[in-house]
Antibody, heavy 125, light 110 residues
């Protein structure tokens, strides 16, 4: 079945980096984009950015520019999200999600129809 | 402070119809499509409505979406206990050149 499976929970110290993986299966990986969304404890959803699995084009949220990098490995159908210079307010569950229904809009018109199970990232000294 | 504004809570009794509003601006809802997500406690969000009013396969027709100007709404008819969840609206924002979510609405089935 179509699914996204993410890597396990991480605990990091302030200033460190974290890299979360998201392995796709059950569909043609390069036919869809992947977005990353995070959710701080007890808070709402926050869009972090988008990557095309077809050509690697990216679009990052302004507030994360310079700290986040999204990549894909088409040989393993895996997307990655790396966040650097971690702060305590980066503590959150990080989700990857497949973008669909948006055509060739570079993620702009995408709806997120398949979600990973989430990866808890805790930033604490 | 979320870019899209939703009421923090809503409630209804089984069988009732409830609506959840989502207010934005000309740079997001006013010029782009709206999607709605349902998040049950402790789980990943699930897509309920895309492109303002389209239901993905498998989503009951009790759920419907609409958009007018810079606002959108999610309606749930025939409310059921399993509908108790958090609901989020989302859209693209041209000014931010990125996706934005509402703050979420916690729906309680009384």
């Amino acid at each position: 079945q179509v699914q996204l499976v993410q890597s396990g929970a991480e605990v990091k110290k302030p200033g460190a980096s974290v890299k979360v993986s998201c392995k796709a299966s059950g569909y043609t990986f390069t036919s869809y984009g992947i977005s990353w969304v995070r959710q701080a404890p007890g808070q709402g959803l926050e869009w972090m950015g988008w990557i095309s699995a077809y050509n690697g084009n990216t679009n990052y949220a302004q507030k994360l520019q310079g700290r986040v990098t999204m990549t894909t490995d088409t040989s393993t159908s895996t997307a990655y999200m790396e966040l650097r210079s971690l702060r305590s307010d980066d503590t959150a569950v990080y989700y990857c999600a497949r973008g669909n229904y948006g055509g060739n809009s570079e993620g702009r018109d995408d709806a997120f129809d398949i979600w990973g199970q989430g990866t808890m990232v805790t930033v604490s000294s | 402070q979320s870019v899209l504004t939703q009421p923090p809570s809503a409630s209804g009794t089984p069988g009732q119809r409830v609506t959840i509003s989502c207010s934005g601006s000309s740079s997001n809802i006013g010029s782009n499509t709206v999607n709605w997500y349902q998040q049950l406690p402790g789980t990943a969000p699930k897509l309920l409505i895309y492109s303002n009013n389209q239901r993905p396969s498998g989503v009951p027709d009790r759920f419907s979406g609409s958009k007018s100007g810079t606002s959108a709404s999610l309606a749930i008819s025939g409310l059921q206990s399993e509908d108790e969840a958090d609901y989020y609206c989302a859209a693209w924002d041209d000014s931010l050149n990125g996706g934005v979510f509402g703050g979420g609405t916690k729906l309680t089935v009384l």
